[in-house]
């Protein structure tokens, strides 16, 4: 009779440690966000042959129109530019996202309770690349060089902006085409997306870098390539 009475405390015992366990044990539930995803298309222009030395003079003047801070009438002669040119190539890719650039999503969408957005497109030189990494930031990619200062191919300007409309339907696409007028030859392998305008910088978030498909791009002095960006969350 002892021992069964020791036994229903026993089970008396482990029941109450049971029932206050159900209490102080946290509910979990994962949700698993998925990043929303860039396709790029790049589509270059070269200067009408007989009409080169005209680009090249309505390049000058874009230039000097900035300098000044006169975007409106720089924009205004650079659609005029554009009736001077043909297209060379065209090509489209979707991106690798970043760890950073995957951080900085449930950073800023889920903590911030201020956010204005900045978002810049980069260029991806051929010199010395190996391969993109998840694991890559604006201060470290040994995989690859940006395009446009120190290596080839140069281009005027810092890092242009990208300009998105309005998102519908789970996707959100630039408004106007994020433009580069080169001022030197070389190849440019694919394009990238940070949050800081100075081409060369190391700061700001990398969101995400892609190669174009079918490889290499070859691009000559005068050379325009015009960028547009659509990003789906998946």
């Known amino acids: 009779m002892k021992n069964f009475k020791l036994n229903r405390l026993s089970q008396a015992i482990r029941i109450g440690v049971m029932a206050s366990l ?18 790029y298309r790049a589509t270059c222009y070269e200067a009408i042959p007989e009409h080169k030395e005209l ?9 000097e129109l900035k300098a000044k801070g006169r975007l409106a009438d720089a924009e205004w002669l650079h659609q005029r530019m554009m009736g001077h040119m043909r297209e060379k190539w065209d090509v489209s890719q979707s991106n690798l996202v970043t760890t950073a650039g995957l951080t900085d999503i449930l950073d800023k969408y889920f903590k911030g309770s201020s956010y204005t957005a900045a978002w810049f497109c980069g260029l991806v ?40 409309g309005t998102a519908s339907a789970g996707s959100l696409a630039t408004s ?4 580069f007028t080169f001022t030197g030859a070389g190849t440019v392998k694919g394009m990238f997306a940070t949050t800081v305008t100075t081409k060369d910088g190391t700061t700001g978030v ?4 892609v190669n174009f498909t079918g490889g290499d791009r070859i ?4 050379d325009v390539v015009n960028v547009s960006v659509t990003f789906t969350a998946t």
């Open 206 to 209: 990398l969101y995400n870098a």
């Open 176 to 179: 106007s085409a994020s433009s």
């Open 55 to 63: 680009v090249q003079s309505i390049q000058i003047q874009i230039a």
């Open 22 to 39: 159900a209490f102080v044990t946290g509910a979990q539930a994962v949700e698993k966000v998925g990043a929303p995803r860039a396709v």
């Open 219 to 222: 691009v000559a002095n005068t």
């Open 125 to 164: 030189s051929s010199v010395s690349f190996s391969a993109y990494n998840a694991a890559d930031t604006m201060s470290s990619h040994s995989g690859w060089l940006e395009a446009g200062g120190t290596n080839a191919p140069t281009y005027t300007g810092n890092r242009p902006a990208l300009t998105f």
